[in-house]
């Protein structure tokens, strides 16, 4: 990971512009996480690329200054999570935060029905997400319709389970009621809930389920091996440059110095075929200056950052 120990073309107003990634611990707000960088960074410009429910813990990828406008490529990758389903009970949140719906106990389960019902989870699949959730229903975000007292009734929406392993499973009892809980590995993409993976799980084995842990341990190219925590965040900030982050996000391509001219002023590139769908553009010297797409036989700016 890069760090940045001298003045370069990512500061701005002496506070420095990059990527950091936090391992968000328990019981912290995606949004805690995001201020408290904001005092250690000395900027109010700060933003994350996915939030991740106070529950959980893992990797949050936190973008300062410039790095900000990068946040929203970012949060459209493939993530990776370790979690942990109870089968047996439902909550009104489908995870354990919330108040147990039904407790119909987990009773015996055969590996063949698990992998099957497991099955029916992965790929394409349409997600309806849970009630309790960030989703907007009229501009307001149905987890406070729902604290509210409302009925909320959202509608699925496509996602991609990519991966969806159960590692092991441990029989006890939950209150008085025999439960079966799963570790399970999950790769999807973005905007997939894992408690409703949870939920639909034990929909289909008959039992009911929720989520009782949940631990992101990748977003993109950003893996819980480049994460840090607040207490050490605290004492130094892993930054990692913008010009780093775009290599490692995207396919890159280098350019003259005419060329980087003409995209700095984010002129189109007549002629130019990119490698990607989002291809990020760098000068000769290096320094990162646009993410940009095909159009016809052209090249055209999506974001220039110079």
């Known amino acids: 990971m890069t760090k940045t120990t001298t003045p370069t073309t990512d500061q701005i107003g002496g506070s420095r512009s990059g990527t950091v990634v936090i391992d968000k611990p328990q019981g912290w707000t995606s949004h805690q996480v995001v201020a408290r960088v904001r005092r250690l960074a000395g900027t109010r410009k700060v933003g994350h690329a996915g939030t991740l429910d106070p529950m959980a813990t893992g990797v949050l990828v936190v973008g300062i200054n410039r790095a900000t406008r990068l946040l929203g490529y970012l949060s459209g990758t493939s993530k990776e999570y370790t979690a942990t389903i109870r089968l047996g009970q439902t909550t009104v949140t489908d995870d354990a935060e919330g108040e147990v719906v ?56 496509p996602v991609r389970i990519f991966g969806l392993d159960c590692l092991q499973t441990t029989a006890h009892d939950a209150d008085g009621v025999p439960v079966l809980d799963l570790k399970v590995a999950v790769t999807c993409s973005s905007g997939t809930y894992v408690r409703a993976l949870a939920r639909d799980l034990g929909a289909a084995l008959g039992t009911g389920g929720h989520l009782t842990a949940l631990r992101r341990t990748r977003v993109g190219p950003f893996t819980i091996d480049h994460a840090q925590t607040l207490d050490s965040a605290a004492e130094e900030l892993q930054l990692t440059q913008i010009a780093d982050v775009v290599r490692r996000c995207f396919p890159w391509v280098q350019l003259d110095a005419e060329q980087a001219d003409w995209v700095r002023n984010g002129r189109r590139l007549p002629g130019m075929v990119l490698p990607a769908e989002t291809t990020a553009l760098m000068a000769e010297t290096g320094e990162f200056l646009a993410l940009y797409r095909q159009s016809g036989p052209d090249a055209v700016a999506d974001a220039v950052f110079v």
């Not at 029905?113 to 997400?129: H, K, S, W």
């Not at 975000?141 to 604290?147: E, F, H, Q």
């Open 102 to 157: 039904t407790a119909s106990g987990a009773g015996p389960t055969t590996a063949e029905a698990l992998e099957q019902a497991l099955d029916r989870l992965r790929g394409d699949i349409i997600q309806v997400p849970s009630s309790v959730s960030a989703v907007k229903v009229g501009g307001v975000r149905s987890y406070a319709r729902v604290r509210a007292g409302e009925r909320v009734e959202l509608l699925g929406r």
